[in-house]
């Protein structure tokens, strides 16, 4: 009887100890919307996992982000997850494998929170690649010169004839 006893107390006391412990791992792994402005002005070259509900995806995309199904690519370096709920963000972001040159972190108030801080910083996920659609890339004189020209605040695009 002694044995049980001291075997339950063992039980008891090492399940105080780990509780806090995973609550405090989910909360460095979810992250405010200040804590999340603070890692993307950082790194501002990130990948954004788009794990909302394909409704919700189609009536708020996301720019630049990347559905996420558990066979997308996740990429190396600073990784954040949109969830329909900050709970199944972190659930994403725990069976993601780890990796020494990856952070994943679930975005606390998902979508509209991203929204918000991306509205307030300067820098933004910029895509990762550009696909020229078949058929628009012919040989020969070019119809339209295309010149970008940006200012302090702006940047601005003309398109212009070459034959003028």
Not at 64 to 69: A, V
């Amino acid at each position: 009887m002694h044995f049980i006893k001291k075997h339950v107390l063992r039980v008891v006391g090492a399940t105080l100890l780990i509780v806090p412990t995973l609550s405090l791992a989910a909360n460095d792994l979810l992250l405010n919307e200040d804590s999340l402005a603070a890692r993307i002005a950082k790194e501002p070259n990130c990948q954004l996992l788009d794990a909302r509900s394909a409704e919700a995806q189609r009536l708020s995309p996301l720019a630049f982000s990347t559905r996420y199904d558990k066979t997308a690519p996740v990429r190396r370096g600073l990784v954040f997850v949109v969830a329909d709920s900050d709970e199944a963000a972190l659930e994403i972001v725990r069976s993601i494998p780890a990796d020494a040159g990856r952070s994943v972190y679930a975005v606390q108030g998902g979508a509209d929170a991203w929204k918000r801080v991306q509205s307030e910083t300067a820098t933004a996920i910029e895509p990762t690649s550009f696909v020229v659609p078949k058929g628009t890339c012919d040989l020969g004189k070019p119809s339209l010169k295309f010149d970008a020209k940006s200012s302090k605040k702006t940047g601005k695009a003309a398109l212009e004839p070459i034959n003028k």
